[in-house]
Each structure stands twice: as structure tokens, then as C-alpha cells.
């Protein structure tokens, strides 16, 4: 009889302590004649303390075994919405055996952890092997016949979906393919963990729609009055069938690039005068992010949930512009400086369209926000970050990481210049990126994912929206994802970026006080950008390089 565990994305469980869980492992061992199968143990058990994971393993295990276990925690708390910050993890194991060293108990150490907290007992026939992935699905493993020859006395091994085996062989065990944690908790323990899914078109709300539809007019009429080039033309155009679809982050973020491309075909002439014409370019905007920075942070007034991912995302786009106007500056090459300058001068432009949130949502309290107090969420994201690219470096090999090293990077080199926000931000996409890698290892068609990913993003934004946050980006990057229907992996790019981004203000809202009451604000926006003065410094500092027009597939609003 199976029997349903229904889970609702608004409902936190509270953890009952079980004593233990205890599973069988089965590994290998290095033989003259080959690999072996060996069997091992797996004990988790959990108690109140401060979300520490500890392994103890014997004989010793490498590395893998290590980071697998706090990868099995965390998508076991994630999957079942468990705040597991203020609970202990312990995870034994023991052989008698030497066994390969390697993340093949990832899976099985996710099972367990997942039964103390709902406290249920696993089968003693059933028997697993298969990484961890970080949004729960099961990696493929190696040596399947030699551990499946060494289960005597077991019923099943639960292998990895699309594992290889002999199927001549007669085992003396059922093999049986699982996709995800959740279909091996099912074979594990009867139970069906059902989640009550919410697609992307459900998800979005009038408030996000007319929000977005605000900012894409803008975009699209200031992308419109530079328009310089049939790239940018074409890419306008593309801009407003996605308007007139209502997909208007979609519509923003191509406006952008357009936008971008016009800045820089307007000036291609400054390429034949001397490197200072471009320098100049730089300081001028340079100075006019400096001014809307310190006039954003000096009027700051932050009276809404809605308003601190406002908040984040402005601040985002100003350090994002900041560190393009630094590399311009210090660049050699003309035509590399003169792109960045475009891609500032675009991004000041956004930065002010993200501050419009802070006039748009009101409410009756405010929050006294100093940048510094949310440090404690950058370290921690940081180093979140720095694990997923460890383990994944074990899983598919450094060579395939180096993206996501480059936005941990500058997540790192922000963080240590004070810039907080751009350092949260990198560290998310870092994350996002590793952990898209390790769960795509092994796929031949990347769009046998997607549809996994989406649910799996679209169940986080639910999350964050039944708490009362309207998770802006993470609604924006799933609209964003749907434009990438040929290309799946950018489509999943934004995916990832989505369920990364869906917390996003209610983890900044842990680190804030609500310190008085505010002034009534009527539910308008009351402040419109004065596009003037750019213009008039945009009509002397227009430009873009062709060629660079493929990497700006990603660049949204």
C-alpha cells in the first residue's frame, strides 16, 4: 500500500527527532581481477544544534563522501521546506572493506536524511546507488554489475535513470531506475511525497505585470529614440512581439540589447580618434553613476517587502556599471572599452528603472537598511557558492566550471570592495551555474530537463510568493528562460537562475528591522525617470561593436 505525503510550499515542518536512520551501501573496491562489490553502512541521525553536517567514516573516504553529505541535507531540507539552520546532521559509515572512494552514497545519504525528517523507516531490502544532484535528481554512478553481484540477501538496487548493466546477468536483485530522490524515497518507504505544482502562468501576478509592462514601454521608447543599425533594429523589433505577447521582461531585456548595439554604431567614428575620446566617454558616465547612486541611496525609502529586492536590483545595476566603467578604463584595446561604456551607460539606464519599485509598492512600515548588515548573507552565500563549485569539480571536472569561477570571482572581489549587493548577486549565479552543470552530466538531450528544471524553479518562486514576497527576478528569469525554446541550455541558464533568485527578499529581509511607521503612499508610481539629460549626454556618446552582438544572448533588464 503507498501512501501519499502531501507537501504544501507554504508549510514549514517542524522536524520530529528521530533516533536514527540506518541503510545498507554498496561500492567497490579496487581487485587485481577488477572491481569488486563490498557493502557498507549508513547511519544519519540528527539533533538541535546550529546546522552543522558532520561525516565519520571508516575506513577513510575522500573528499566526495564529504561534500555529498551536506549536498544530501540540503536538498533534502530544500525538498521538504525544512529550515534546517538550527539542526545538527551526523552521518556514519562503515566497511569492512577499502572501498573507491567517491560521491556514489550522495543519493542513498538524501534518502535517510529525508526519512529522520518525516520520520520514516526505509526498507531493509532496498539498496541504492547514485549521486546527488542539487535539485534532487540522482547522478549516473560506475560498476553497476559488480555492486549489483554483491546484494545477496537484498530484494532491490536502486540505480540512476539510464544506468548500463549486463542485463544478461542474473542478479539475484531487482534493478530498478529512479529519476530523483523523491521516486527512491518512494521505493525506500511507500510513501509518495506529492507536491502541489503551480506553473509559471499561475505564478505571475498583476502586480508583476503591470510593473514589468511599465518598465518594457520605457525601454522599448528609449531603445526606439537611439535606434542605430539593423542589429539593434532587429533586435527592437523581436523586443515588441514579445511586448505584444505580454512576455515584458522578455520585451525589456531585448530593448537592452538594442540599446546597447545603437550606443555603439552611433559612435563607431570614435574608434579612429585618439583612446582619450573613449576615456572621456567613460568619466562622464562614471560621474553620472556616482550622482544617481548617492542620490538613490541619500532618498532611500524602503516602506514594502516588494521594496528590498527593488532596493538589491538597483544596486545590482549600479555595480555592475561601476566595474564595466573600471574595466573600460584600464582597458587597451578600443573597441573592447567602447562596448563597456555602451554596456554602463545601458545599465544606468536599468538602474533607474529598477528604483521606480521603491515609489511603486507602499505599506505602513520602514525599514532602517544599512548595506553592511546583510555581510553575515553574503559570507554565507559565498561559501555556498565555493562548495557547489568544489563538488562539481568533482563531478564533471574543472574545465567545464569556469564561468561560474568567474562570477565567484567577482562575487569575491566586490564583496572585498564593499559591494554587497553585486556580491550577492554573483554568488547566486555562481551557485546556479555549478550546480546546472552537475545536474546535467550524463544527459545526451538537455531538453529532457527542462521540464524538471521549470517545476523544480517554478516551486521555489510558490515558495517565496506564499510568504508574502513578490520575488521579482526569479519571476523575470522564468518569463526570460521561455525565449531560449531553441537554444536549452541558456533556457536552463535561466532556470537555474530562477530558483536561485526566488528567496532572494525574504532571505535580505532577515537581516533588516522594521523600526516606524511611515506616511501614507498612494498606490501609483510617482516618479518618473527625465530621460532629458541622458539623451544630452547620450547624442555626443553613442556606439556598439558588431561582432560582440552573440555575447549579449544573456544580458537581461
Known sequence: MRISVVLLFFLCLSPVFASQCSTALVGVMETPDGFEGVLANLTVSMAPGSGKVWVDTMPLTKVETQVSARMARDVACELLSVNCSSIDFYYLMRSDYIMVGGPSAGAPMAVCTMALLLNKSLDPGVVMTGTINPDGSVGPVGSIDAKARALTGYDTLLVPEGSFFNESDVYGVELVNVADVLEAFSYYTGYDVVFTNVSSEELVSADYLDLMQLMSDDLISVAGDYLNGSVAGSLLNESRDFYGNASYYSAASLAVRSLINSIYDSNLYLLNESPES????????????????????????????????????????????????????????????????????????????????????????????????????????????????TYAKTIVGPEYLAGAEDHLNNAVNSYNRDGFIYALFESLKARAEANLLMELRGLDDLSDRIAFKRDSAERAVSKSMSRGYLPLLALSYLEYSMAFEDDPFQELIFLAYAKEFASLGSSINEFVKYSRDSYSVPYQVTRQFDYGLLRQGLLVILGFVLGLVAALSGVGG
Open 278 to 389: 573613449i576615456n572621456d566617454l567613460l568619466v562622464n558616465v562614471s560621474s553620472r553613476v556616482d550622482e544617481f547612486k548617492q542620490s538613490f541611496i541619500n532618498d532611500l525609502l524602503i516602506d514594502h517587502l516588494y521594496d528590498l529586492e527593488g532596493f538589491a536590483i538597483t544596486m545590482d545595476r549600479v555595480s555592475e556599471a561601476e566595474d564595466m566603467i573600471a574595466e573600460g578604463l584600464n582597458s587597451s584595446d578600443a573597441g573592447e572599452a567602447l562596448f563597456l561604456y555602451s554596456f554602463a551607460e545601458t545599465r544606468l539606464i536599468t538602474a533607474y528603472q529598477w528604483s521606480f519599485i521603491l515609489d511603486y509598492f507602499s505599506s505602513d512600515k520602514v525599514v532602517d537598511f544599512d548595506l553592511a548588515v546583510i555581510k553575515p548573507l553574503i559570507i554565507e552565500r559565498l561559501e555556498a557558492a565555493r562548495n557547489a563549485i
